[in-house]
T-cell receptor, first 111, second 116 residues
Framework: GNSVTQMEGPVTLSEEAFLTINCTYTATGYPSLFWYVQYPGEGLQLLLKATKADDKGSNKGFEATYRKETTSFHLEKGSVQVSDSAVYFCALSYNTDKLIFGTGTRLQVFP | GAVVSQHPSRVICKSGTSVKIECRSLDFQATTMFWYRQFPKQSLMLMATSNEGSKATYEQGVEKDKFLINHASLTLSTLTVTSAHPEDSSFYIC????????????FGPGTRLTVL
């Protein structure tokens, strides 16, 4: 079946460090891929998305590239801030708005 | 951006009682809403799709009689956990797709249910 696998957290970084959160997926066909972020006490928010192979989604300094050959959608940011501390979820969907989520990765950034 | 609210944000109840959780789209209409359940350190699991004016569609393994869903209007869906037991304790989250914009959903902040 379809599934999403994320690296386990927490990921702990100092401010301005480089961030990578790995995400791989198992799916048939060509799903859309997403990164959602959940700040403390808030609902999930869409961070970025990519709908086809080789697309790059980007937002707020975060980037992820849809790699069909490696079935990956790793999230990266060149310089994290304390305000980036949150839980990050990788997800996929097939034109139905139903989302299949990874387990989430908690990011903690310290000054 | 669009807002989805949930009420209550947290609820504690005794075993055997029923609990209703509301999900509202505050500034847009939603003919469809989704209900997810999130266990500690686990991903969000889709429970059911709530459809305005028709029956909800449940995912495999989700008990329809345990988790009653009613989509009463274009801005409100409710999830009722009937005869709740401690194993139903969890974090319940709803979402609503934003009509007309592909791959765009808005999530509620979630409801923490604790069954004693």
């Amino acid at each position: 079946g379809n599934s999403v696998t994320q690296m386990e957290g927490p990921v702990t970084l100092s401010e301005e460090a480089f961030l990578t959160i790995n995400c791989t997926y198992t799916a048939t066909g060509y799903p859309s891929l997403f990164w959602y972020v959940q700040y403390p006490g808030e609902g999930l928010q869409l961070l970025l998305k990519a709908t086809k192979a080789d697309d790059k989604g980007s937002n707020k300094g975060f980037e992820a590239t849809y790699r069909k050959e490696t079935t990956s959608f790793h999230l990266e940011k060149g310089s994290v801030q304390v305000s980036d501390s949150a839980v990050y979820f990788c997800a996929l969907s097939y034109n139905t708005d139903k989302l299949i989520f990874g387990t989430g990765t908690r990011l903690q950034v310290f000054p | 951006g669009a807002v989805v609210s949930q009420h209550p944000s947290r609820v504690i109840c005794k075993s055997g009682t029923s609990v209703k959780i509301e999900c509202r789209s505050l500034d847009f209409q939603a003919t469809t809403m989704f209900w997810y359940r999130q266990f500690p350190k686990q991903s969000l699991m889709l429970m059911a799709t709530s459809n305005e004016g028709s029956k909800a569609t449940y995912e495999q393994g989700v008990e329809k009689d345990k988790f009653l869903i009613n989509h009463a209007s274009l801005t409100l869906s409710t999830l009722t956990v009937t005869s709740a037991h401690p194993e139903d304790s969890s974090f319940y989250i709803c979402s609503a797709p934003y009509q007309g914009v592909k791959d765009t959903q808005y999530f509620g902040p979630g409801t923490r249910l604790t069954v004693l």
